[in-house]
Each structure stands twice: as structure tokens, then as C-alpha cells.
């Protein structure tokens, strides 16, 4: 409907620029794009960012909010080192927004534990562990296995049958509205024009360099460009012809009224916010673009939660939502800048709570230099492309 719409309005449309040309012009103000666009700005480039507004489907805004290292990149040894740079720089990434924002964003990162029922999970996943540690060569990976007693420290209610868990010290969790909160002002107070309700509908390079993406309310004009509009940067790139193959895979998430602590760590399938509500979640759907929420998938995440808590039984339910994660074929991010297209990034992942520093502290200053980082040359869109048949 939307990608219908889109070729609609840009056919026969050639709105000249509007008099604000930019150095990089951010198409998508979700976590990504404004991570980027902070970080862009904080090296003194002027970049301005473009967003559709409330009616677009934003992961942004619906997911779970972990910062989480343990299990990514598995046979993808560029992915977990990338994410686990990331998982470095959230300390000083934070600190310096808060200065910038004036936003405190509740934050934890003292490590996080996967659950497993039974021993063979267990097993299962201390395999996965020696895995991501073999591939992790120099950089080495640290995690402990928890018994039984190891899982009660961390975790009071846990129930008795639970065989263990695996601790990594790098995971964490962030209320990732407020961190979104704080970029945004961050952009605001760095004089970064954020324009919502600015939907591209359009887009084409210049003849001379650049390219100037067309809005309801008129054109914009950058000498670079990056497209980081979530589930719309596959329509919004098809306007320069390139193919980015992404697709929606729905998460439901419940949210508990608020509890006192009873959680020491985060964990891939619950977590205790900050305000000490219980956010609990982990299905994947794949459901097109309804963002809604089906109550045997609600009740079957309950289920999961309460097997590993019981105490969860008799705590109420406040609020669920279903929320569109953005997914590549092979799951893995998508870093690319078209050799067809100079100055224009096509940037997607799906943990983009995760990878915000880096994307803040490493990526944009590489794309203000012209270039992608190194290490991200194995993401790029070409590893999707398969040769005709002869
Ligand atoms: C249920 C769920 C749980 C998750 N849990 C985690 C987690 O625990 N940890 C983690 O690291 N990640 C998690 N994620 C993933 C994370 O939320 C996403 O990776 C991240 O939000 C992606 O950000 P984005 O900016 O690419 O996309 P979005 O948030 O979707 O933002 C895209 C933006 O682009 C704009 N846009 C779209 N089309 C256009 C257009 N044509 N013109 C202008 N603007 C446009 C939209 O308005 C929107 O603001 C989860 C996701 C889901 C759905």
C-alpha cells in the first residue's frame, strides 16, 4: 500500500531543492538514523534528518530494550565483534548524551543470563558459548555457567526445576523510548533540523553531485545521504534502484504493573525495568505489517515466563503490544554504500538498541569521511544478490 503510494506521488514530480543544502541528509529519525545523525553532527557536519512521523512503523518504539551481546554473530564472527564494540562504548556514549540532552536514560550493564529449563539447553548453549569464544580469537569471550544456586543469586523467584543459565558480562538493558528521547533533544540542542511528518516520497541523485529527496512539504538537498527508515528504507531505495531486501518479523510484548526488584540481571525473555514493571517477550511472527497482538501468543510468552518464574502467576498484566522487527535475509545487518551511488549509505539491523553507540561513535564519523568502517565491507548488499541462471 505504502510502496503503491510512494511511485504514485513521485512520478511526474520535480520539486526544485528548497534553499537548506546539507552535507548528509538522514532519511528515518528512528534509533538508527538519529544515532547516526548524532553522531554526524557531533563531528560538526550539517546533516538534517527527514521522518515520516506517528503513522510509520517504528521498532524504535515497541522493542525490548536490551543491550545484548550473548549468542550474536554465532558463525558471524564481524557481527559479534562489531556488537561487541558497541557494548564497550555504552558507558561513554550515554554519559556524554545525558551531558548534550539533559536526559537521564535509566541504563544498566553489569551482564545478563540466558535461561535454560533443562540440562540439555544447557548443554546446548555452553556449546554455543566455546563457539562464539573460538571465533572471537584475540578478543576472547568471557561467560560463567550458573547452576541451579548460581541462577538463585541473580534471580530469588527462579523456579527450582530450572537446570541453569549462562552469565556474559557485557549484556545490559536501557529504556530505549527515553534513550530515543534523549537523542532527539541531543539533535535539537546541536541545531540539527529533526522535520516529522516529512515523508520522502521521492528521491534522485543530481547531476552534479548529491541528491535531493522530495517531501510532502518540498525538497531537500544534501552532498551525501543516508537511508536508515527502517522497513521504509526498502521503498525509499528503490527510488535510486537499489534492491535492500528487508521484511517484518512481529515481537509481542506484556508489560507487568510494578514490582519490587526481583530481578538482579536482564534476561533474553524478561526484564525489570527501571520504574520496576516486568517487560516479558520473545516470539517472532511472521505476519506481514499487522502490528497487532494475538492473545494465544500473549498467553504462550506468559506461560514461558512463568515456567522460569512463578511468582509471575499472580502479578497483574498492564499492557501489551505487537512491534515490527526489520530483518534481512540472513538476519545480519545491512551496512552498504552503493558503488553506483557515491555518498549515499544504506544502513539496517535489528538490534539497534544495541548497536546505538556505534553506530553514533564509529559509523558516523566513517560516513562523514566518505566511507564505511572497517569490518562492515561483510554486510553489504551485494551478499544477497545471486547470479542469473545461464
Ligand atoms: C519486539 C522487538 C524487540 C526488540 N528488542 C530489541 C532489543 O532488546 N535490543 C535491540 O538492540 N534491538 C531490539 N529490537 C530492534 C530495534 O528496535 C531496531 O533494530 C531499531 O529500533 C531499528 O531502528 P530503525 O531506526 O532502523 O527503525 P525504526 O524505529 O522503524 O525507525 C524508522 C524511521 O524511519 C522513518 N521512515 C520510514 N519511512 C520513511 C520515509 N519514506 N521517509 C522518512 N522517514 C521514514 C519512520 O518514521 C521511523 O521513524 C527489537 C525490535 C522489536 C520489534
Known amino acids: 500500500m505504502k510502496e503503491a503510494s510512494l511511485s504514485r506521488v513521485t512520478k511526474g514530480r520535480n520539486t526544485p531543492p528548497d534553499h537548506r543544502s546539507h552535507d548528509v541528509l538522514v532519511v528515518g529519525a528512528g534509533l538508527i538514523g538519529a544515532s547516526i545523525a548524532y553522531g554526524l553532527a557531533r563531528q560538526g557536519v550539517n546533516v538534517c534528518v527527514l521522518d515520516e512521523g506517528d503513522v510509520a512503523l517504528r521498532a524504535s518504539r515497541g522493542n525490548f530494550g536490551l543491550i545484548w551481546v ?100 557485557y549484556d545490559g538493558h536501557v529504556d530505549p523510548l527515553r534513550l530515543l528521547s534523549a537523542l532527539h533533544t541531543a539533535l535539537a540542542r546541536l541545531g540539527v533540523p529533526v522535520r516529522s511528518h516529512a515523508g520522502v516520497v521521492g528521491l534522485r541523485a543530481l547531476d552534479h553531485g548529491g541528491y535531493v529527496a522530495e517531501t510532502s512539504s518540498g525538497g531537500v538537498e544534501a552532498a551525501q545521504l543516508v537511508l ?37 540481571l536482564p534476561t533474553s525473555i524478561v526484564r525489570q525495568t527501571a520504574d520496576g514493571t516486568v517487560q516479558i ?44 522487527r526489520i530483518m534481512s535475509p540472513d538476519g545480519l545487518p545491512i551496512y552498504d554504500s552503493p558503488a553506483d551511488h557515491p555518498g549515499c549509505f544504506i544502513i539496517s539491523c535489528h538490534s539497534g538498541v544495541t548497536l546505538s553507540p556505534v553506530h553514533a561513535l564509529v559509523l558516523a564519523p566513517a560516513i562523514a569521511g566518505g566511507l564505511l568502517p572497517d569490518g562492515l565491507r561483510t554486510f553489504q548488499l551485494e551478499r544477497f544478490h545471486v547470479s542469473p541462471p545461464v
Not at 562489531?82 to 548524551?97: I, N, V
Not at 539533559?102 to 548443554?123: D, K, W
Not at 548453549?125 to 560463567?144: H, I, K, P, V
Not at 521503498?235 to 535510486?240: G, K, R
Request: glycine content about 12%.
Open 281 to 324: 517477550g520473545s516470539s517472532q511472527e511472521d505476519v506481514g505489517f499487522d502490528t497487532g497482538t494475538r492473545p494465544e501468543v500473549l498467553a504462550a510468552i506468559a506461560r514461558k515466563a512463568i515456567r522460569f518464574f512463578p511468582f509471575l502467576k499472580k502479578v497483574q498484566v498492564v499492557r501489551a503490544w505487537g512491534a515490527l
Open 70 to 169: 550473548q549468542g550474536k554473530g554465532l558463525g558471524a564472527p564481524a557481527y559479534a565483534r562489531w556488537t561487541r564494540r558497541s557494548a564497550g562504548l555504552w558507558r561513554q556514549f550515554l554519559t556524554d548524551l545525558t551531558d548534550i540532552s539533559g536526559i537521564a536514560v535509566p541504563f544498566e550493564q553489569r551482564g545478563g543470563v540466558e535461561l535454560c529449563q533443562t540440562e540439555q539447553e544447557l548443554a546446548n548453549r555452553l556449546n554455543q558459548m566455546e563457539q562464539l569464544s573460538a571465533e572471537a580469537r584475540d578478543l576472547g569471550f568471557a561467560y560463567e555457567r550458573l547452576d541451579a544456586e548460581g541462577l538463585r543469586r541473580h534471580f530469588p523467584g527462579i523456579a527450582a526445576d530450572v537446570a541453569g543459565g549462562v552469565f556474559t558480562p
Open 228 to 264: 536508515a527508515a527502517g522497513l521504509g528504507t526498502r521503498s525509499v531505495a528503490e527510488q535510486l534502484g537499489v534492491a535492500v531486501p528487508l521484511h517484518p518479523i512481529r515481537g509481542q510484548v506484556l508489560i507487568t504493573e510494578r514490582l519490587a526488584p526481583a530481578f538482579g
